[in-house]
């Protein structure tokens, strides 16, 4: 038996459903991230069994450094010919992961129609405070965007791992 709910408090003067909107994009696009750095780190490890990165970059602590780990992968003379796609796609990737950040850290408002995220960002070695302003139609566009790039990422890496299979490179 569910407890009786009051209606006026969930009502569109408020921002309440923008809010839980938001929430619900935050975890969707954190979703999509975690499967693009888990297709990076699968295609790491086929790589560094090929001896194409060292198992240090493959393991390496930051995304951003294990995007390029795999980009300079891909160079190499044995994937570049059909890897070419698969770069372009990583790279945008490589770009907008540190939207993650924000995702993850931040703290989200809404405010007359518009959701506000706030967050202290580091990656520069000093603290300072970032905000993005979304409206609603701009969180769909961000997530239907990172939702085509993971499926086209997953099937242009796959692509790429099969090649380095049938290169002898076999994963576990």
């Known amino acids: 038996m569910s407890a009786p709910i009051d209606q006026s408090t969930f009502s569109l003067d408020t921002d309440e459903p923008l809010v839980i909107t938001a929430t619900l994009w935050r975890g969707a696009m954190i979703e999509r991230f975690a499967r693009i750095e888990f297709f990076v780190a699968r295609s790491l490890e086929i790589c560094a069994r090929a001896k194409l990165v060292s198992p240090s970059e493959a393991n390496a602590v930051l995304p951003r450094d294990r995007f390029d780990a795999l980009l300079a992968a891909l160079r190499h003379e044995a994937l570049a010919a059909i890897s070419g796609p698969a ?86």
């Open 87 to 172: 770069r372009r796609s990583l790279a945008f990737a490589r770009d907008i992961s540190a939207d993650k950040n924000s995702l993850c850290n931040g703290r989200v408002t809404a405010r007359q129609g518009t959701i506000r995220i706030e967050w202290t960002a580091f990656d520069t070695g000093v603290a300072r405070a970032e905000i993005v302003r979304l409206t609603p139609i701009e969180i769909l566009e961000r997530l239907a965007e990172l939702d085509r790039l993971t499926k086209v990422l997953e099937k242009e890496l796959a692509s790429v791992d099969k090649v380095s299979r049938a290169l002898g490179i076999q994963p576990l």
